[in-house]
């Protein structure tokens, strides 16, 4: 009988929060002997300015700072690929910023990683896609500066990509991956369409669902030092992350989409949700309905959200996310029901009992989706019932994130929660 894990880990980077915190970045860059960074952004963000701010921050410092704007929203192997001879091209580099959403956050990861560490990304991306090495030693200082609050990469240790020719999502997830410091001014969100603010936000509140309902650290075997990983299960630490999260969310988030260019107040929070959640999941994990968004959006055909780039198909990875959600946590709701029922409360304090408990969670997450104007399930951005059978492998893939599940599912299981998922109301 082996023993049972008596051990948790939980790690997040220093944080400056707060309206004006991104104005301060040369001044905490310097403190890390840096003279030469390569600014990491996607074309949109670097048309809005902000990019060119934080260059102009830095420069202050006498840190010299050049524009990379060729992150792809929502990376690949290709994109970050190409980001990455760039940079080796255009180094060497004493440090990296990273300044936009989750797909520019989590480019500089892999730039900072290859760039100091030659090699594939096939080296170090989880296994059974990659190779799943251990990055040797320490890397350069990583300054993130979210300008949406939805996937609180500033805050974790993995970084997430389409690999093309597979057509599934997976990552990379070490702690030497978490950035040196997470710079979160909320006035870079002011702008942010409805659209992106709805789909970012729902991946907040995955994250907070997801992880706080994960399986409890204790539950696993004992581990050797080396064999520990970032994801360790649900924990004391990330629970009141994640409870926290949820409880800004409730007050926030519908007020972010609907009128988020007046309501500074909102975006505050929600970034602070953001956040937060990030160093709740970041240690604690996700599991089903993170790992049914990657094949989904790794499969997607036409369709094409309003408020992103439309200049390919794509479902944003919060929406992707939250799109089996519901159904996701009715199957898991057996093996942790009072967690199930925090998250309800939490999220949604005002809607009503259900006379099914199991039903708690998803009526609070579609009463939110439909408010918010997230798409009635996976038919609603192109997919069938006879899709299903193609998306399953991509999700059964994703075994580091299903073995967070507190309730381990099979192929039927994953196929029976997306079959479901075709509409949630």
Same mark, same amino acid.
């Given at each position: 009988m082996?023993?049972s ?7 997040? %980077?220093?944080? +400056? ?5 991104s104005d301060?970045?040369?001044?905490d !860059?310097?403190?890390y ?9 996607d074309a ?6 902000v990019? =060119?701010?934080?260059?102009?921050a830095?420069?202050?410092?006498d840190v010299?700072?050049?524009?990379? /704007? ?6 690949t192997?290709d994109?970050?690929? +190409?980001?990455?001879e ?9 440090g ?5 959403g989750?797909?520019s ?6 730039v900072n ?13 989880n ?5 799943? #090495? ?11 500066v ?7 990469s500033?805050s974790?240790a993995?970084?997430?990509l ?7 999502k ?5 702690w ?10 909320p006035?870079l969100t ?8 709805a789909?970012?936000g729902? /991946?907040i ?10 399986k ?6 004992? +581990?050797?030092?080396?064999?520990r ?16 999260? !949820?409880?800004?969310l409730a007050g ?6 609907s =009128?988020?260019?007046?309501d ?14 990030g160093m709740g999941f970041?240690?604690?994990?996700? =599991?089903?309905? =993170? ?9 997607v055909k ?6 992103y780039?439309g200049?390919e198909?794509?479902?944003p ?11 996701a946590?009715r ?6 029901p009072?967690?199930?029922l ?5 999220l949604?304090?005002d809607?009503p009992? #259900?006379? /099914?408990p199991?039903? #708690?969670?998803p009526?609070? !997450?579609?009463?939110?989706m ?11 951005v ?6 299903v059978? /193609?998306?399953?492998p991509?999700?059964?893939?994703q075994q580091? !994130?299903?073995?967070?599940c %507190?309730?381990?599912?099979t ?13 949630n109301?």
């Amino acid at each position: 009988m082996s023993q049972s894990e008596t051990i948790f880990t939980w790690g997040a %980077p220093p944080l +400056k929060f707060g309206i004006g915190a991104s104005d301060e970045i040369g001044y905490d !860059l310097k403190q890390y002997g840096v003279s030469r960074v390569l600014v990491i952004t996607d074309a949109g963000v670097a048309a809005s300015g902000v990019a =060119h701010r934080i260059i102009d921050a830095l420069r202050r410092y006498d840190v010299t700072a050049e524009l990379f /704007d060729g992150v792809h929203v929502e990376p690949t192997d290709d994109s970050m690929n +190409k980001a990455i001879e760039y940079a080796a091209a255009q180094g060497p580099w004493d440090g990296f910023v990273a300044v936009g959403g989750g797909s520019s956050i989590d480019t500089a990861k892999a730039v900072n990683l290859l760039t100091t560490f030659p090699g594939e990304l096939g080296d170090y991306l989880n296994a059974p896609i990659g190779r799943a #090495q251990v990055p040797p030693g320490e890397l350069k200082p990583l300054f993130a500066v979210p300008t949406t609050a939805g996937t609180g990469s500033e805050s974790t240790a993995m970084c997430v990509l389409d690999v093309l020719s597979m057509r599934v999502k997976t990552g990379i997830s070490h702690w030497r991956l978490r950035p040196t410091m997470a710079v979160v001014d909320p006035a870079l969100t002011m702008s942010l369409p409805p659209e992106v603010t709805a789909a970012a936000g729902m /991946d907040i509140v995955c994250h907070a669902a997801e992880s706080f309902t994960a399986k409890p650290f204790s539950s696993y075997s004992r +581990k050797r030092p080396e064999e520990r990983v970032t994801y360790c299960g649900s924990n004391p630490v990330s629970d009141l992350w994640c409870e926290r999260a !949820l409880t800004l969310l409730a007050g926030a988030f519908r007020r972010a989409v609907s =009128h988020g260019a007046q309501d500074q107040q909102a975006r505050v929070d929600m970034m602070q949700a953001a956040t937060f959640a990030g160093m709740g999941f970041g240690n604690a994990g996700v =599991h089903i309905p =993170h790992a049914n968004a990657y094949p989904i959006a790794g499969q997607v055909k036409e369709f094409r959200p309003k408020g992103y780039p439309g200049d390919e198909p794509m479902v944003p990875h919060g929406m992707a996310v939250s799109l089996t959600a519901p159904e996701a946590f009715r199957f898991s709701f057996d093996a942790a029901p009072e967690r199930h029922l925090r998250v309800a409360e939490l999220l949604g304090p005002d809607v009503p009992e #259900q006379s /099914d408990p199991r039903e #708690q969670l998803p009526a609070v !997450l579609t009463a939110l989706m439909r408010d918010i104007g997230i798409p009635n399930g996976i038919g609603a951005v192109g997919f069938s019932e006879s899709d299903v059978p /193609d998306l399953v492998p991509g999700v059964m893939k994703q075994q580091r !994130l299903l073995s967070t599940c %507190p309730k381990t599912p099979t192929e039927d299981d994953i196929a029976g929660i997306l079959s479901r998922s075709i509409e949630n109301w």
